[in-house]
């Protein structure tokens, strides 16, 4: 089974924060250390300084059932504090190949923002080499990942371009493909049109976040961009002649249901739009977005889509055979 939308920051567990913190001396902010209680009591020695799992936990996954992708965005803070050297973002990436090889996968594209580890004067770049070092680790568990650089809607142009420069160079050395990230109700995906047309001059292939928290416009828009796959794409429901262009180009859709329903980007599981898009011959897959932000898995995501209206296992196997088939890898052999 491949994963093919799933972000490192977003996917952290809290056993990895802390291995970081403390490996890197970090102080966990007073917030972060709720020491844990010894009968009624606090005693701050230094191992109940560190926070609990559950502490951690309730920083980083997004807890009501519905929320604005703003909310969604803040369970964020925490890994990307701890994510500043290329040694914690490489070790990220090690844990994350295991759980991923644990559940199965043995193919997955995982995505960050360079740009937003440089807090402590590394470059965008050490940052990446950082990551890509966790390759052979992943290889030796049976699966192999490679990374989509995000670059990041509301961020400096000067950190997109790094982003997109550095993607064109890493492009079939540990980095797939770029993409771009963030609140897309404020930063429409047009507005980025320079960056894509050069990386579409330079052979790279991009995803687009596009459709979830704006509407069809937005993925007409990354289309036209020439955008390979889209990310989430959801509000195409609501425009039969995008549905159809999708389905004769055979653009990928990146969904990711829990996390579409936690920010509100889909109403309900049982009018989620998947079996729909499937039925118009669209190419569709399913995805984590975020493990810990979400509290999901693959396995948990299959099990939920089940109750989507008319959802049949066939459907599954189509699932899975769509994921084949969208890799970044297979989509640059198609072309
Ligand atoms: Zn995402």
Not at 192 to 218: D, I, R
Not at 299 to 309: A, D, M, Q, S, V
Not at 310 to 323: M, T, V
């Amino acid at each position: 089974m491949n994963e093919l939308h799933l972000h490192l920051d977003g996917s952290l567990t809290p056993s990895v924060v802390k291995k970081i913190a403390e490996e890197e001396h970090i102080e966990l902010s007073s917030e972060d250390a709720l020491c844990q209680e010894t009968k009624g009591k606090c005693e701050r020695t230094a191992e109940n300084m560190l926070p609990s799992d559950e502490a951690l936990l309730s920083q980083m996954s997004f807890s009501s059932e519905k929320g604005t992708l703003a909310d969604y965005l803040k369970c964020f803070e925490l890994p990307i504090r701890v994510l500043q050297t290329p040694q914690a973002v490489r070790f990220a990436a090690m844990k994350l190949s295991e759980e991923l090889a644990r559940e199965g996968i043995f193919y997955a594209e995982i995505r960050f923002a360079p740009q937003f580890h440089t807090q402590k004067g590394y470059t965008q770049e050490q940052i990446l080499l950082g990551a890509i070092e966790a390759l052979g680790y992943a290889s030796l568990l049976g699966i192999e990942i490679s990374f989509i650089l995000c670059m990041m809607r509301g961020q400096s142009d000067k950190a997109n371009e790094e982003t997109l420069n550095l993607a064109v160079k890493y492009f079939g050395r540990g980095v797939c493909a770029l993409d771009l990230a963030g609140d897309e109700a404020l930063w429409p995906v047009g507005a980025y049109e320079g960056f894509f047309s050069y990386a579409a001059k330079k052979g790279l292939p991009f995803t687009v976040h596009a459709g979830e928290a704006a509407g069809a416009e937005s993925v007409e828009e990354a289309l036209r961009l020439g955008a390979w796959r889209i990310g989430h794409g959801i509000a195409a429901i609501n425009d039969r002649e995008l549905m159809k262009y999708l389905a004769e180009h055979h653009i990928p859709l990146e969904m990711c249901p829990t996390s579409n329903l936690q920010t509100g980007a889909a109403q309900s599981i049982e009018a989620y739009p998947l079996v729909e898009f499937l039925e118009r011959g669209m190419c569709v897959t399913v995805n984590t977005d975020n493990r810990t932000v979400s509290n999901t898995t693959m396995n948990k995501e299959f099990e939920l889509i089940k109750r989507i209206n008319g959802y049949s296992e066939n459907n599954k196997r189509q699932l899975i055979e769509h994921a084949e088939m969208a890799s970044f890898k297979n989509l640059a052999k198609a072309r």
